[in-house]
């Protein structure tokens, strides 16, 4: 009786070491096989939220705006002609270097920089211009500022400016 004992015994614990390895063994090709299969879905799914290097190579390059300035004296605009391409972001800088109070206006884009007072200067946002070949007139409509003397104009065209 007790030989069957310990037969039984010995036959439990090879089943059990034998159930234990290969269900350590089937855990760990299932794990390999899924890693394997995560690393096949993350390349070929550029949109997949979890590869870090797909989505970087997939969003595009922030354009960094432009910045025009444009010095405005009592005797009118510095410098009052620019070219710029079309879909160029730019910011324009008005520095009122003048002793009265100037302005910065491009009606046709809404653009204002409202009142500069002499000395300071205002940053204004143009945004890109639109996909086409244009002339703007710009312009200070500060009260004693005569329009025909404070004026300038960007010019956009579909070609890249000459710096």
Known sequence: MEEKKISLYLLLSFILNFCLTFTIIWTLGILLYLNIRLDDMQSACPRCPDCSMAAKAEQPAAKTPRSV???????????????????????VVIRNTGVNP??????????????????NFRVVA?????????????????PQDDIGVFSGVFQVSDSTPAE
């Open 126 to 142: 143009a945004g890109s211009f639109p996909d086409k070949s244009e002339t703007y007139t710009f312009y200070s409509d500060a």
């Open 102 to 119: 100037h302005s910065f206006v491009i009606d046709a884009l809404g653009l204002n920089s409202g009142i500069v007072e002499a000395g």
């Open 69 to 91: 300035d444009i010095e405005v004296t009592d005797n009118g605009f510095a410098n009052n002609a620019f070219q710029f391409s079309a879909n160029e972001d730019i910011t």
